[in-house]
């Protein structure tokens, strides 16, 4: 049975949910399930922008049937030819055998390389390229890296639609709820579409602030990505949280803790450090333990917070593996622009503290340490509660000197 939701008086949503997935490209958990977006122009010519992974191809085949009532498809818009929009464009292609595509030079590539048969159905396009479907034109703005190389978004001239790909999507399925103005974003929504962003997009900060600037010339009514809400009240919103991560800009002053512990000692310096921050008037603070929670969330929370604390056990002369791993993300993800302090622990030598500073400083870009830090000998104690306070005061100290 077909689910739309109409978004103007002839562009629906033809999308669907899954909450069946576990792991987002087989790597992110998305206990809320996500939507893969589709959307369907009904206009002298139809018109299809994007399609949808296969999970959920049924259902988008049912969309489509209902809305077309019988007419032909005559075209394809392709922003994007990752798998999660591209797969079911082979069954499309084979169901509507009239329908051309119209798309960049390399998602075609893709096509061909997926194994995709579109000889005599493609309509190359390019960045400033126009295509009128009859009252709607369109106009093409390439996107690339944000966050696959062939990326275009299509701006509707005639409505201020802009199809933006992946760039505004969110993880998350859709409760009937397609609009900003249906949700509480900053309540529901805004964690999941935070770790969507920094995880998937997050490397390409500059791809993203080059889009940005392309969106500021043209005049945007309504926002369709290919993942979470539609965007048509509170564009501004979330075009500012867009601005700030790609700027990797901190969206809040605030300490995140993030341990590494095996015995809990390396714990109780954590919440020694979390309480004295608290009764020093700091009420933004977060604890994670680096063992039990998805590197996914501890990324987002990282981009979110302008000071980061790590708190690791020496292992085998090295950083404790999972903390190394989540290092290892951050830098991949290209973050920087944070500032850090540090909490070590070792019962013969102590080289975390040493190692996850060189880390910060070598290996990626921006990033302060404060030299104030805490050296624990296996347990936290009374004698060490002093460099704690002085730690606590060193974060608020710097928190202050940050705009
Ligand atoms: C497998 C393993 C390897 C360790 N390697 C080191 C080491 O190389 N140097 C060191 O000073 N301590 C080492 N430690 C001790 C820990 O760093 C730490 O002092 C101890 O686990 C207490 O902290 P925790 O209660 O937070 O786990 C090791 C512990 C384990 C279990």
New binding site residues.
Partial sequence: MHSVRKITEDLYWVGANDRRLALFENIHPIPRGVSYNSYLLLDKKTVLFDAVDWAVCRQFLENIEFLLNGRELDYIVVNHMEPDHGASLEEILLRYPNAKIISSEKAFLFMRQFGFSIDGRIEQVKEGDTFSFGKHEVTFIAAPMVHWPEVLVTFDKTNGVLFSADAFGSFGALDGKLFDDEVNFDRDWIDDARRYYTNIVGKYGPQVQALLKKAAGIPIKIICPLHGPVWRTNLGYFLDKYDKWSRYEPEEKGVLIV???????????ANALAAALVEKGVKNVSVYDVSNTHVSYLISETFRYSHVVLAS??????I?PPMHNYLMDMKALNLQNRTFAIVE????????GTLMRDFLENQMKKMTVLDEKVT????LKEENLPDVEALADSLIESMKEKK
């Fill in positions: 341990y590494a512990s095996m015995y809990g000692n390396t714990e109780s310096a056990v020496t292992y085998n002369l090295g404790y622990n070792g019962s013969w030598a102590c080289k975390s624990l000998n296996s347990s």
